[in-house]
């Protein structure tokens, strides 16, 4: 049915749970895997305007959350590797997680996203959004969702 799997990954422990069961899903299918993490750029606030920020220290920002976003990623190749899942890595920088998601699904040409939700409702859910909600409301790609 599906051919190519998008596994996001935001190095949660729910995250790590839909990792095995999307790999899972791949094996069983005979798909192969993108693992996907949407690295957030340094956020503004720390160096924009009016605020004085050693560049050092915006770049050592940088490095780590590329290093964190790489991490997360080799979570999924991992997992892959074990299960002799075919196996893609993808880290883009994103404002706005959700979109780096489903972009990443049309540009590797995915056939479905596979992604963990938190379950945050009510207050909690509000306050923090839900990434997972960003998906299925703007993905034009089937979504499964992993809880």
Do not use: W
Not at 122 to 138: D, I, P, R, W
């Amino acid at each position: 049915m599906f051919k190519h799997i998008l596994i996001p990954t935001d190095g949660s422990r729910v995250a790590a749970k839909a990792i095995k069961a999307g790999v899972a899903v791949a094996k069983e299918m005979g798909a192969r895997v993108t693992g996907y993490c949407a690295q957030e750029p340094v956020p503004a606030h720390i160096y924009g305007e009016g605020y004085m920020a050693d560049r050092e220290i915006v770049a050592e920002f940088e490095r780590r959350a590329h290093a964190h976003a790489q991490r997360c990623v080799e979570e999924v190749a991992a997992a892959a590797k074990a299960q002799g899942v075919r196996f893609e890595p993808l880290v883009t920088k994103s404002n706005l997680p959700y979109r780096g998601i489903i972009e990443a699904a049309q540009q590797r040409k995915c056939d479905v996203i596979f992604i963990a939700s938190h379950g945050y409702r009510g207050l909690t859910g509000l306050l923090l959004g839900s990434v997972t909600q960003e998906v299925l409301a703007h993905s034009k790609i089937p979504v499964l969702v992993f809880r």
